[in-house]
Structure formats: structure tokens, C-alpha cells
């Protein structure tokens, strides 16, 4: 029920802004637009994360929970679906590549993917709050990718923190077969799949998974398409 301008500031005044702002709020404000995973079903998850992709590849996202209501309900805790773990590129942001909104995914974001210990603290988290779903997304012309096919080609490593992304890629990039085709797609999705693995065998992770109430799966966006390909 819509309340008066009058209702409003009197609320406000007393304190009850947060307060005022929810009950102003319809209840088809609440009502969501994209569907709701089942809880803690991690093919639930996906089935959701693979509509959004569609809908935004195919020029028709809905940037859903974005308004009052979902701010306003998100004030006093979280429940994402699914956590993903992307490439810190600006050209993949996993809330659009998804179409999803605010409270929807647990995002962690390093160049490459890369693992260290703040991501797998992060990644811990996730899994603490019961998401059910780790999605670890490579993507196409990743800038880390192909500069630890450089040193692998070269010899030569990086110093500084850009050498430190580029020996933690090394390892998969040097074990990736190169057939002449497009080696440092390959090596991307190699990358994904690689860390997606790391993480199902992680001490703090794998008792969920083990368990089946955690899914970890490897993706690769492609940027000309811009569809979401399940490794």
C-alpha cells in the first residue's frame, strides 16, 4: 500500500527512512522478472545464468533487480545464486554478461583468473553463504593469457606484479598442445577449465563439492559474439 507524502517525511523525521522507503514500496515491486533459482540447486543456477547470457547476447537483457524494492530488501543481508570468477577486463562484467542484478552473483574478478590467497578467501566466503555455484570465466583476447604466452614463447618473464599473473599462467600455458590454430584461445579455455579443477580439489571447498551441494564449472566469453560458452 502506497503511503502519503504526509506519512512519508513523518517517518522520515522520526527516524524511519530505511523504514519509509519499504513500505512505500508495492509488492509488484518485489515481483522478479527473470525467474528465482531454486535454493541451493546448482542447475538451477545455471539454467538462470544461461537465459541471462541469452538475453544479452541477443540484445535484449532486462537489468533486472536494479530498483527500489531490491535495494531496499538487500540492506539487510545477501543470497547470490552463483559465484563467478572472471577476468578483471572491463569487456566482461559478469552482472552484464548475465543479465543479472544487484544480490544476484558473488563476483570475484583477477586478471586471469589468476588464484591467490584474497580470491580463495573470497571464493571461501562464497561457499560459506551456501552459493551453489562457482562459475571460473575465461574469455576471448584475455591481456594475461596472452602475456604468459609471450614468456612462454620467449623465454623471457615479466618482473613486478604483471610477472607474478604470468608465472601462475605459465604452468597451463607451457602443458597446452600448440596445434597453430589459435593458441592463446586454447590456452584461455585450458586456463578456465585448469582453475575450475584447482578449486574442486580445494581443502576449504571440496567437502561441498564432494557433497553435491557445490558446482564448479569453466566458461569462456567470446567477445564478438558475446555468448558464453560452457566448457
Keep these: 500500500m502506497a503511503i502519503t507524502r504526509r506519512n512519508a517525511l513523518r517517518s522520515s523525521l522520526l527516524g524511519g527512512a530505511g523504514a519509509a522507503v519499504a513500505t512505500a514500496i508495492p509488492a ?40 527500489r524494492g531490491r535495494r531496499a530488501q538487500l540492506v539487510n543481508g545477501q543470497n547470490p545464486f552463483a559465484c563467478v570468477l572472471g577476468c578483471a577486463d572491463s569487456r566482461v562484467p559478469p552482472e552484464l554478461v548475465f543479465d543479472q542484478g544487484l544480490g544476484d552473483l558473488f563476483t570475484i574478478r583477477s586478471a586471469g583468473q589468476v588464484l591467490d590467497d584474497s580470491v580463495l578467501g573470497s571464493l571461501s566466503y562464497a561457499a560459506h553463504i551456501d552459493v551453489p555455484l562457482i562459475v571460473v570465466l575465461g574469455h576471448q583476447s584475455c591481456g594475461a593469457v596472452t602475456a604468459a604466452v609471450e614468456a612462454h614463447e620467449s623465454g623471457d618473464v615479466p618482473e613486478g606484479h604483471i610477472g607474478f599473473l604470468v608465472e601462475q599462467l605459465l604452468e597451463v600455458v607451457d602443458s597446452t598442445p600448440d596445434d597453430g590454430e589459435d593458441f592463446i584461445d ?11 579443477e584447482q578449486l574442486r580439489q580445494d581443502a576449504d571447498l571440496r567437502e561441498k563439492v564432494d557433497s553435491g551441494r557445490l558446482e564448479i564449472v569453466a566458461a569462456r566469453y567470446d567477445l564478438e559474439t ?6
Design 226 to 231: 558475446s555468448e558464453v560458452v560452457w566448457l
Design 186 to 196: 586454447d590456452c584461455v579455455r585450458a586456463n578456465a577449465v585448469h582453475i575450475a
Design 28 to 67: 509488484s515491486a518485489w515481483a522478479d522478472p527473470v525467474g528465482t533459482p531454486d535454493a541451493g540447486d546448482p542447475a538451477s543456477s545455471l539454467r538462470l545464468l544461461k537465459q541471462g547470457n541469452e538475453r544479452w547476447r541477443c540484445f535484449r537483457p532486462r537489468h533486472p533487480h536494479e530498483g
